[in-house]
């Protein structure tokens, strides 16, 4: 079903070449959750910003919703980066061919790597902070009383959530499974303790102790 251009909750999907060509590299990379994920993330990050009156990009924080996630993917998950770092600089590339101002890839490249950064996120940019506000909506329901009951449905029919609670554990696992060393410092080593049977979390107080510092 086609989405741009289409007007959800009040907020018109964007619908410029560059929203509807990352809208089908996340339909073709990306997994049902994830694009329902990242869609529902957009049109909470959207509303927030309606509601409080924050001015952003709107087709750059489209974009940075669209590949968040894609960091997970098999096409474009890493080896040795943490998954936002791959999702990140997913979405620089593709910016690249677009002939985006190196202030915008900043910016998109920032939104998606702090994503899961709060503390920090909150006191960037509005669209970084826009969609970390998004995202936390939609895992963890922060900010879950805020959104109307009409706007909350008009979302879920167009982007249903699936038992998200039970499938965006192991389904983010998969994404990071085979380098656990990378979630180390973020919320994502959770994930693995949760999914690695005796699994033990890299710990910092450790990493001092044990440095090869004399004293």
Not at 104 to 110: A, E, G, H, T
Request: proline share 5%.
């Amino acid at each position: 079903m086609a989405i741009s251009g289409k007007i959800i909750a009040g907020i018109k999907m964007p619908d410029s070449a560059i929203a509807v060509q990352a809208t089908e590299l996340l339909r073709e990379h990306g997994s049902d959750l994830l694009y329902n994920h990242s869609l529902r993330s957009f049109l909470f990050a959207s509303l927030n910003a309606q509601q409080n009156n924050i001015q952003c990009d709107t087709e750059l924080l489209y974009v940075s919703a669209v590949f968040h996630d894609l960091g997970l993917t098999p096409h474009y998950r890493s080896n040795d980066k943490r998954f936002e770092v791959d999702g990140a600089d997913a979405a620089r590339n593709f910016l690249l061919g677009h002939g985006v101002s190196p202030q915008s890839l900043q910016l998109v490249w920032d939104a998606i790597a702090l994503h899961t950064s709060p503390g920090i996120a909150e006191y960037k940019e509005p669209e970084v902070a826009l969609l970390n506000y998004g995202v936390a909506l939609d895992v963890v329901g922060k900010g879950y009383n805020l959104l109307s009951d009409t706007d909350r449905n008009e979302i879920l029919k167009h982007f249903p959530r699936n038992e998200l609670k039970k499938n965006m554990i192991p389904a983010f696992f998969d994404g990071f499974k085979h380098k656990p060393h990378t979630t180390f410092g973020s919320m994502n080593a959770d994930i693995c303790s949760c999914m690695i049977p005796n699994y033990k979390q890299l710990n910092f107080c450790d990493a001092i102790l044990h440095s090869p510092w004399s004293e």
